[in-house]
């Protein structure tokens, strides 16, 4: 960009006149490349802010379809695009905002087998994942690649936000070496969270990704920047690269993508017995003699349930294990499908021994037995 033309002046004329851009700081985002894996409630302000920006090339990385629970917090999408290819719909919006970006799509799940690929593609690595799998995946091909990691998380009204740059700092891996377990991590699907949040944390993503495209101010490398939504506070802790972390240590182990899922998981031994919800609700019909298990949180419980079913959240399982009968089949159920999996792990540990998790959990009972069922 060495004279902006007319409309490139007006377009970006509130970052020409600022000393830290300018024509030259508006030509680097113009040559820059952006990799953004997810275009959920982190990815859509992140990617909307970097577009607007005049970031030249915006990769996306996205293989989901809109649901009408992501319009809540996912502003790339509108009502009218429910059931579209978040890719397409994302495209499409971002082309309209800002016709100089060059959207390049990827239609994949980031796996071990691609990721490699993909993020050595680009400059900086925007990581709007919401699963530890994911997250662990991008921290390692962007050590691997030399490229930064701008990392963002919510839950609830809470957030977190780092930028993970191996080649001076520390990475993901240094503050998470082994993801927590899961009960103790539920997904925002179960846990929920403020529509705004992401919000907040996507567009300071975008923030960070610009400072490092420009090379200016003090990028968030070896700080942990933690927001609370509702004391509506920021505080910050610092983050030590580990010398002897597998990706960025001294001695890495770690020289290629390996099998996340397994490294994620949080139980192993015997397999979780499943039902299906056709299979419980024949059995309900007929007059079974199990006892009921909903594991879910009582605001869950409140916007839908299965009629028997005793209401015992997770976390307040393994001190109420006495109003279950040991001798009894225990089928178990939650909002998809993996709480309810935890309890059975739990159960069968606690002398158990014939317990069945509820396959896909109340949503699948919801879709496929009782269409007229509240869903969340």
Aim: charged letters at 20%.
């Amino acid at each position: 960009m060495a004279e902006p033309g007319i409309e490139d002046s007006l377009r970006y004329s509130r970052h020409l006149v600022m000393p830290e851009v300018g024509v030259e700081g508006q030509r680097r985002l113009r040559e820059s490349r952006v990799l953004c894996v997810g275009a959920g409630g982190l990815g859509s302000p992140a990617a909307l802010y970097l577009a607007a920006a005049g970031v030249g090339t915006l990769g996306i990385v996205e293989a989901d379809v809109v649901d009408l629970s992501n319009i809540q917090r996912q502003v790339l999408y509108a009502t009218a695009d429910v059931g579209r290819a978040k890719l397409e719909a994302a495209t499409e919006r971002l082309a309209a905002l800002n016709p100089g970006t060059e959207v390049v799509p990827h239609p994949v799940r980031l796996q071990a087998e691609n990721a490699m690929e993909i993020v050595a593609q680009y400059d900086v690595v925007v990581d709007g994942s919401d699963n530890f799998p994911t997250r662990y995946l991008v921290n390692d091909a962007c050590v691997l690649a030399g490229k930064p990691d701008v990392h963002a998380s919510v839950f609830r009204f809470e957030g977190q936000l780092a930028v993970f740059d191996a080649s001076r700092g520390p990475c993901y891996r240094c503050l998470f070496p082994e993801p927590p377990p899961p009960e103790l991590v539920p997904s925002c699907a179960e846990g929920g969270v403020l529509g705004a949040l992401p919000g907040i944390l996507g567009s300071l993503q975008a923030l960070e990704t610009i400072k490092l495209l420009l090379g200016k101010g003090d990028p968030l490398v070896g700080r942990l920047l933690l927001f609370d939504g509702l004391g509506m506070s920021f505080r910050e802790l610092p983050v030590s690269r580990d010398p002897d972390c597998p990706a960025c240590g001294e001695r890495p182990t770690i020289t290629a993508p390996v099998d996340y899922e397994i490294f994620c998981s949080s139980w192993a031994g015997e397999p979780v017995q499943t039902m299906t919800p056709e299979q419980l609700a024949q059995r309900l019909d007929s007059g079974h003699d199990a006892q009921l298990l909903d594991v879910r949180e009582p605001p869950e419980h409140a916007i839908a349930s299965i009629d028997g079913f005793l209401l015992i959240p997770l976390g307040e399982l393994e001190q109420r294990l006495g109003e279950l009968d040991r001798q009894r089949e225990c089928v178990v159920t939650c909002h998809r499908g993996g709480r309810s999996a935890q309890a059975c792990a739990l159960l069968r540990a606690a002398g158990f021994s014939r317990v069945v998790s509820l396959e896909g959990g109340i949503d699948a009972w919801a879709q496929r037995v009782e269409p007229g069922m509240a869903r969340y």
